[in-house]
């Protein structure tokens, strides 16, 4: 981790375990070989050094892919040794945050986008997957969803994962349109069985489901 004083680390803290989770969640919702990842700041961290978040960013996104064996100090060889492309920026507005973190992660010619910020208590939340905006907690266990956006899908799931013993701690939906495609994250107390899951993807206007493990 590149040294800084202890001033600094406490600003930074916050967003380095922002930056980690948000790499960690990109890379379970991506597939194929991810060949570049931009970071951009928006706020008061960029009055700071943030290349200690950047390093966050780059663990979370290797660790579902390399395992224990990825750290603050070797992030970015494994990183470079995998020909995967960093790019670093700061921006004074985005969106209607005042304080943000924008994660671009481009992989087989597809791009998937995150946004995060800080809570009020200055705890890491996910608030954009690509262009749907949504406010869920980054941590524990989430479930998303991208469906279609009809009527009784959340009665049918909350039904599914209430029989299956898992307790929802939270959910946040958003939508293109009314009728649209939609994105529906549910923050749950407890791991998915692989069976509830196939379950959850059979359900009428859901297309595709995943379960993130932060």
Known sequence: MPSVDAKTLQVLQPYIVLGERLGSLATQLSSGK???????FVGEVTS?????VTLAVLKGVLSPMVGENVNYVNASLIAAERGVKVVEAKASRMDEFA????????SD???LALQ??????REPRIVKIDRYFVEVALDGYLLILKNEDKPGLIGQLGTLLGESK???????????????TAITVVSIDNDVPPKVLA?????RHVIDAKLIKL
């Open 166 to 180: 898992i307790n929802i701690a939270g959910m946040s939906n958003g939508r293109d349109k009314p009728g649209g």
């Open 109 to 111: 010619g597809e791009t």
């Open 48 to 52: 700071h050094d943030t290349s200690p």
């Open 116 to 121: 995060g910020t800080l809570s009020a208590r």
């Open 199 to 203: 379950q959850v993807r059979k359900l």
């Open 99 to 106: 304080n943000l973190m924008a994660l671009e992660v481009c």
């Open 34 to 40: 991810i060949a570049e990842i931009r970071v951009t």
